[in-house]
C-alpha cells in the first residue's frame, strides 16, 4: 500500500515537470532567403535585406581585419535575422552553434550609443563566435567529442566566468566601432554611483548581484575587468588565461589561478587593483541625498500642478506604477503594465506609454501597444493593436499621439 502511495505520489510530481509542445516561433507562411559567404550563413526574411547584406558584409569585415587575442580559429555561423520581436537583444548559443539578433533597438538611445544597432549586434555577437571556435579545447574539447556541442557549453560555462565572455565582447564592440558600450557614459554610471556613494561591495556580492541593493550586472563588470587585463598585461593575456583555465591547471579555482599565473599578482588583488584604475578617474564627491533601505527608481518626474509631482515608480519592492507626490504625500495611480520601456508621457490629464503583448501562437512574434491612462479616473484604454509603437508622445492640443 506505501509502494502505491509512493508511486503515485512520484507520478503526480512528474507531471510538475513535463511540458506541452513547443509551437514555432513562426508562422509556416514564413518565406526565408539566405546570403552565404565564407563566414556566415545569414537566414531572413524579405523585408529586411538590406540589413542582412550589411550584417554580412560587417561579419566578412570583422573577420578579416579583427585580430582574435584569444586564438586563431573561426567557425562559420548561422546567423538568424528576426524581424517581429520588440525586445533588444541577440545572443550566440551552441547545441546547434547558431547566432540570433532580434532587429528593432531598444528605445533609450544612451544605453548602446550612436552605432547604428545591427552594426553594434553583429560586431558584438561575432566576437562570441571568437570565443566559442577558440575555447573548444582542454576539458571543453573533451566534453564537446563525449556530448557534442552541449558538452562544450557546459565546460565552457563551468571554466570561465560569464562577465569574462561579455567583457571581452564589449571590449571588442568598444575597438572595432566608432563608440561600443566602452565609451558610453551611461555604461559606468552604475559603478561611478557606488564609488561616489562610498560603497564598496564585496567581491561575491559584485558578482552574484543583490535582491536589496543596486549592483550593476556582468556587462559593465566583465569590460572593467577584461579591458583592464587587456591594457595592463597586453593582448594575449586572456588568451594564455583561458587556456589555462580550460586545461584545468590548479583544478580548484582555477581561472582565478591562471591569471595569478600571468599577472603574477592574485586573483583577489587583481580584481581590486582593475577596479581601481578605473575608480580614481571618478569623483570621490558624495551627494547628499537621503539614504533608503532598498534601491528605488524615480523616472521622468513631471509637474502636473503647482505642487504636485508625476513619476514613475519601480524597485527591487515595487511594481513599476505611476504615482503623483504633492503636499499631503505619495499617492497611487495605477501599476503600470508590463513594458519594454519606461519612457512615458503626460498631457492634460492623460498618460501615454507603451504595453508589452505576445503573441498567443508563435513565440517569436509579440508587439508594443500604446496605453493612454486617465489620471483622475485611472481608467486605462489600449489604442493600438498588434503594433510596434515606441516612446509615445502626446501633442500639446492633445489630439494626436507621436510615436
Known amino acids: 500500500m506505501i509502494g502505491k502511495q509512493l508511486l503515485t505520489g512520484f507520478f503526480l ?25 565564407d563566414t556566415a550563413r545569414i537566414i531572413f526574411e524579405r523585408a529586411v535585406d538590406s540589413q542582412a547584406q550589411n550584417i554580412a558584409a560587417i561579419i566578412h569585415q570583422a573577420n578579416r581585419i579583427n585580430p582574435n587575442p584569444l586564438g586563431d580559429k573561426i567557425r562559420r555561423i548561422d546567423v538568424v535575422l528576426h524581424k517581429n520581436t520588440t525586445l533588444a537583444n541577440g545572443y550566440v548559443a551552441l547545441g546547434p552553434f547558431r547566432s540570433e539578433y532580434y532587429l528593432i533597438p531598444g528605445s533609450n538611445i544612451f ?20 570565443q566559442y571556435s577558440n575555447l573548444n579545447r582542454g576539458i571543453s574539447r573533451v566534453a564537446a567529442f563525449l556530448f557534442g556541442q552541449e558538452g562544450q557549453a557546459a565546460f ?9 565572455f561579455e567583457g571581452d565582447a564589449v571590449h571588442s564592440e568598444t575597438i572595432q566601432t566608432y563608440q561600443g558600450r566602452g565609451r558610453a557614459p551611461q555604461f559606468y554610471n552604475g559603478f561611478k554611483a557606488l564609488w561616489r556613494e562610498g ?4 567581491w561575491i556580492k559584485l558578482r552574484n548581484g ?33 587556456s589555462d583555465a580550460l586545461g584545468l591547471r590548479g583544478f580548484f579555482g582555477f581561472f582565478g589561478g591562471s591569471i ?93 506609454y507603451t504595453t508589452y503583448n505576445t503573441s498567443a501562437r508563435w ?5 508594443s501597444d500604446i496605453v493612454l491612462l486617465d489620471v483622475a479616473t485611472k481608467r486605462e484604454e ?20 507621436l510615436a
Open 13 to 37: 510530481f512528474c507531471t510538475i515537470l513535463t511540458k506541452a509542445q513547443q509551437f514555432g516561433g513562426f508562422p509556416p507562411s514564413t518565406r526565408w532567403q539566405q546570403i552565404k559567404t
Open 111 to 130: 544605453e548602446f550609443g550612436s552605432t547604428p544597432w545591427q552594426q553594434t549586434l553583429a560586431v558584438h555577437e561575432y566576437r562570441h563566435v571568437h
Open 156 to 164: 565552457n560555462a563551468i571554466s570561465i566566468p560569464d562577465w569574462f
Open 199 to 202: 560603497r564598496n561591495y564585496s
Open 210 to 242: 543583490s535582491l536589496k541593493d543596486f549592483v550593476p550586472d556582468h556587462y559593465p563588470l566583465g569590460y572593467l575587468l577584461v579591458n583592464y587585463g587587456y591594457e595592463k598585461y597586453g593582448p594575449d593575456f586572456w588568451r594564455k588565461v583561458t
Open 260 to 352: 595569478k599565473r600571468y599577472s603574477g599578482t592574485t586573483w583577489p588583488k587583481f580584481r581590486s587593483e582593475a577596479l581601481e584604475f578605473y575608480k580614481h578617474e571618478v569623483s570621490t564627491r558624495r551627494d547628499a541625498v537621503k539614504k533608503r533601505e532598498t534601491v528605488t527608481n524615480y523616472l521622468f518626474p513631471q509637474q502636473i500642478g503647482t505642487d504636485s509631482l508625476l513619476y514613475l515608480k519601480s524597485g527591487y519592492r515595487h511594481l513599476p506604477a505611476f504615482y503623483v507626490q504633492d503636499k499631503t504625500g505619495e499617492h497611487l495611480i495605477k501599476l503600470r503594465n508590463i513594458s519594454s520601456e519606461d519612457w512615458f508621457s503626460y498631457r492634460s490629464g492623460t498618460i501615454a
Open 363 to 367: 513565440s517569436l512574434m509579440n508587439y
Open 382 to 401: 489600449q489604442i493600438t493593436n498588434k503594433g510596434r509603437y515606441f516612446t509615445p508622445d502626446i501633442s500639446p492640443d492633445g489630439e494626436r499621439i
